[in-house]
């Protein structure tokens, strides 16, 4: 028992130790990484897909999709119009510098802009894992209820930016959004957040001019 703590400790900073190559990886090819977090079914890949979409006559896109099994986001992401790959982490709950340093040298970092990595559908441990992308985006879903940020404080409390899916839902579904937003103010005061939704459209201009706001930052401070 004794050993247990400086274990897990020393698998951390491994861990960190390669996000930092990762993401120097990325500031040397001027790429923008986003992590995208969230339970699943609340979006990402949707997201993801609306993204590629609006965003690739201007932005050169990859995705890096995490998943136990399939290639079923990639396929998306590749269909959508951006470069792939999956990763398929076999049962593991979340993805880590490691997978994500492998994902790496399969794209070609000269061809892209922003890249976005979708992590495994889970609230719990993606959030405590450094992968080297710049931010952290969790995608929060009208249908999972508004008491996530209360159940899962660690995932809220980590992210620089929080979408709301699926607004279009709310007249359906009991949400409480001044409950919800209560909970997340108290974990990260400030945090940007987009309510939106995939399906109708709505709101997804203000999170895509935000997406094109970070790349702009990230690019003066990499140049
Ligand atoms: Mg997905
Ligand atoms: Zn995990």
Not at 22 to 50: C, V, Y
Not at 72 to 100: F, K, P, W, Y
Not at 138 to 155: F, R, T
Request: hydrophobic share 40%; aromatic share 6%; glycine share 8%.
């Amino acid at each position: 028992m004794k050993e247990r703590i400086p274990i897990v400790e020393k698998i951390l900073s491994a861990n960190d130790h390669i996000a930092a190559q990762n993401q120097s990886t990325l500031d040397s090819a001027g790429i923008l990484g986003l992590n995208f977090m969230a339970s699943p079914g609340a979006g990402k890949t949707s997201l993801i897909e609306h993204t590629i979409k609006k965003l690739k006559g201007r932005l050169k896109l990859a995705v890096v999709d995490g998943d136990v099994a399939t290639s079923i986001d990639a396929d998306r992401a590749a269909a959508a119009g951006a470069q792939s790959v999956q990763i398929n982490t076999g049962g593991e709950c979340h993805l880590d510098a490691i997978m994500l340093q492998g994902a790496l040298s399969e794209l070609t970092l000269e061809k892209i802009d922003l890249l976005i990595v979708e992590n495994v559908g889970n609230l719990i441990c993606p959030a405590s894992f450094q992968l080297g992308t710049h931010k952290s985006v969790l995608i929060a879903s009208v249908p999972e209820g508004d008491d996530k940020p209360y159940k899962y404080p660690g995932m809220y409390r980590g992210v620089e930016a929080l979408v709301i899916n699926k607004i279009d839902l709310l007249p359906y579904v009991e949400f409480d959004m001044e409950y919800f937003r209560q909970g997340v103010e108290i974990l990260n005061p400030g945090l940007v957040t987009f309510p939106l939704s995939c399906r109708t459209g709505e709101g997804l201009d203000v999170y895509l001019t935000w997406v094109e706001a970070e790349m702009e930052a990230h690019r003066r401070v990499v140049q």
